[in-house]
């Protein structure tokens, strides 16, 4: 097996950057083909052997990963162009050569490593957690009804990997719009039994500068994420909660 | 501590564009639409909106004020969007860049409008009797035929793709079936508009039109 794979290799491009403020090159690899290989583990091939496709010895690529299985966020970068998480992609699925960049609407920290803390941000700003901590014990919350649970358990997927920034057009330098995920995380917070008791803290967070009505209705970030988030009707959702209490806010003020 | 500054300015930029600036889109191609049946009708027209009590007031504060908001904010809306249709091909995100496209191509057609009609009117050169036939000048010249085509399908692609955005923005239209049917309506709504006022354009150089005046 070994003899009929080591001909076969993989192209890649990748887009490094040694540091925050160095600029951007290209490096072309070309590593050897194993069967059921994704991003990373070329990636890994690259780290073990770090060579460049000219056979000149060059720093292994940085990248950041976790989980391995989709569910942490920390692989995303660009991949032939869409921001997706390495760990699934699989080389079989991509055509070659493969072209991989940081997502540079965060910070780049090395290679393809960034810094997506403006996403944390954006969660506090939007209190995206429930306060249940008192001065004594406050007993158990209300119960949440099945049927919400179930659609509410498809927006908790959500693992900040950024992907719905990097494809909007609106997350960019000139704007400061939180992004899409933040305004379903709104949705998700507000739907829970508990955390619905705080739920116009976060609905007046979202109508602060930043907030939804940075969002352009273009919609590639539903297109994008990787874990089916329903954000746009999410943030049509929210639209409706914000008007709504607009016009409270005007009309019974 | 932040404001809410910009939530209000994009909801009043959203509710404008629709209240008034689309129905007074609505009107301009009901009103142009009565030169199909000529001169003297299509005169008649714009008499009677210039005869509507206070229209000095209601040019003022229906239709001047809030394009003028309308179009400056949108164009500091447009310049802050970093179009990426290349990398990102989808429907959605095509109407999104052709809405700023065409809200700037909208802009500045006004602006070449309004200063050949309302502002020669104001100034005296012209007078509401002879705008039908000063727009028939301007039709019969395949140069500014062209130009005003271009500026119309515009002004109509702007509208009706921003209701489908106003139904969205405002919360009415939530879920992908409800926004797939509102773009539907968008869409058939923006080509009948387009029609009737390509039939007004083309009824301005008709030999009927001053044919029967
Ligand atoms: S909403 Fe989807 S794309 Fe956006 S951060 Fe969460 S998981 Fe990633
Ligand atoms: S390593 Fe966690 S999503 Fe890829």
């Known amino acids: ?253 | 501590m932040s404001s809410t500054r910009s939530f209000v300015s994009r909801k009043i930029h959203s509710l404008l564009g629709v209240i008034p600036v689309g129905l007074f889109l609505l009107e301009h191609m009901i009103t142009n639409y009565s030169a199909t049946k000529g001169l003297e009708e299509f005169q008649k027209s714009v008499a009677f909106l210039n005869n509507l009590p206070f229209v000095l007031a209601l040019e003022i504060f229906f239709i001047w004020l809030p394009i003028l908001y309308h179009g400056i904010y949108g164009v500091y809306i447009a310049v802050q969007s970093k179009n990426n249709t290349t990398s990102y091909s989808y429907y959605r995100n095509f109407m999104f860049v052709l809405q700023r496209i065409s809200g700037v191509v909208t802009l500045l057609f006004l602006g070449w409008h309004f200063y050949e009609t309302r502002l020669q009117v104001a100034l005296g050169n012209v007078t509401h009797e002879q705008l039908g036939l000063l727009m028939r000048d301007v039709f019969l010249n395949p140069v500014t035929y062209s130009l005003y085509m271009i500026g119309v399908i515009s002004a109509v692609f702007h509208f009706c793709n921003g209701l489908w955005s106003f139904m969205v923005s405002w919360g009415i239209a939530v879920g992908p079936n409800a926004q797939r049917k509102v773009a539907y309506v968008s869409f058939a709504l923006f080509l009948i508009i387009s029609v009737i006022f390509i039939l007004a354009m083309n009824a301005f150089t008709a030999d009927s039109f001053i044919a029967k005046g």
């Open chain 1, 1 to 253: 097996m070994t003899t009929a794979s080591t001909q076969k290799t993989i192209k890649l491009i990748v887009q490094r950057q040694e540091g925050p403020d160095a600029s951007s090159f290209n490096e072309e690899f070309e590593i050897p083909y194993r069967p059921n290989m994704n991003v990373i583990s070329a990636l890994m091939e690259i780290q073990r052997n770090p060579v460049n496709a000219k056979g000149n010895k060059t720093t292994p690529v940085c990248w950041e990963s976790n989980c391995l299985e989709e569910v942490c966020g920390a692989c995303s970068m660009v991949i032939n162009g869409k921001p997706r998480q390495a760990c699934t992609a699989l080389i079989d699925k991509l055509e070659q050569p493969i072209r991989i960049a940081p997502m540079r609407t965060f910070p780049v920290v090395r290679d393809v490593v960034v810094d997506r803390s403006q996403m944390f941000e954006s969660l506090k700003k939007v209190k995206a957690w429930i306060p249940i901590d008192g001065t004594y014990d406050l007993g158990p919350g209300p119960r949440m009804p099945e049927v919400k649970r179930q659609w509410a358990y498809d927006l908790s997927r959500c693992m900040t990997c950024g992907v719905c920034m990097e494809a909007c057009p609106n997350v960019n330098p000139t704007s400061d719009f939180i992004g899409p995920f933040a305004i379903s995380q709104v949705r998700l917070f507000n739907a829970h039994p508990t955390g619905e008791m705080n739920k116009h803290e976060r609905i007046d967070a979202l109508m602060e500068d930043g907030g939804i009505a940075g969002c352009g209705n273009s919609q590639n970030c539903v297109r994008s994420c990787p874990k089916e988030i329903p954000l746009t009707t999410s943030i049509a959702e929210m639209n409706k909660e914000t008007s709504m209490s607009l016009f409270k806010k005007w009309f019974t003020n």
